[in-house]
């Protein structure tokens, strides 16, 4: 049921892009520093060029995610995903 999903609060690539950032910086990933929350922060658009390179990439679904879904839909989705970057841009 499409209703039982939550509902982001940013769009896919401010995600992605935040998730790079953490990546980079955190002691989680391959960063030192123990909390990277606030630099997160103001980093997160250095890496939206990374996240939509991702989305991009996602565009073409794994035999794995044909197998359980609509190829077709996947598809729309993600370009949906990489025309909110082309939309908040303009």
């Known amino acids: 049921m ?3 999903f939550d509902r982001a609060a940013t769009m896919p690539v401010e ?3 935040r998730t ?3 990546h980079a910086l955190s002691r989680n990933g391959e960063g030192d520093m123990a909390s ?3 630099a997160v922060d103001a980093l997160w658009p250095d890496h939206a060029d990374a996240a939509l390179a991702v989305l991009r ?11 359980v879904g609509d190829g077709a839909v996947w598809d729309r989705m993600i ?3 990489i025309e909110d970057e082309t939309i908040s841009e303009s």
Do not use: K, M
């Open 15 to 17: 995600r992605v892009a």
């Open 79 to 81: 370009r949906a995903a």
């Open 57 to 67: 990439t996602l565009r073409e679904p794994s035999g794995r995610t044909l197998a």
């Open 2 to 4: 499409a209703n039982d």
């Open 36 to 38: 990277a929350a606030e």
């Open 20 to 22: 790079l950032a953490a």
